[in-house]
Nanobody
Framework: QVRLVESGGGLVQAGGSLRLSCKASGTIIRIDDMGWYRQAPGKESELVAA???????NYADSVKGRFTASRDNAKRAVYLHMDSLKPEDTAVYYC????????WGQGTQVTVSS
């Protein structure tokens, strides 16, 4: 059983910053890709950032230059540092980890006020 636990969401004013964390636990031989999706009310889920085990990253166009994904393979953790937050970044953010299947965190709310 693999479990992902997220932390770091909250309420922030536009232009502010937040850092999300996600740590995996359980019986894990290895983790391939990790990353973050988000889902805003009334919208489809969106891949925000993905990071390979080697550290290569991929970002949604809407967050490039503002968000930075990183991971610590020894800790089985992935992070999302979000700068210059905008009201349109408001969403529930879900981390994921890919191994034999895709595992998901429970989600953490990020709210950006204007």
């Amino acid at each position: 059983q693999v479990r992902l636990v997220e932390s770091g969401g909250g309420l922030v004013q536009a232009g502010g910053s937040l850092r999300l964390s996600c740590k995996a636990s359980g019986t894990i031989i290895r983790i391939d890709d990790m990353g973050w999706y988000r889902q805003a009310p009334g919208k489809e889920s969106e891949l925000v950032a993905a990071i390979t085990s080697g550290g290569s990253t991929n970002y949604a166009d809407s967050v490039k230059g503002r968000f930075t994904a990183s991971r610590d393979n020894a800790k089985r953790a992935v992070y999302l540092h979000m700068d210059s937050l905008k009201p349109e970044d408001t969403a529930v953010y879900y981390c994921y980890a890919a191994y034999d299947e895709i595992y998901w965190g429970q989600g953490t709310q990020v709210t950006v006020s204007s």
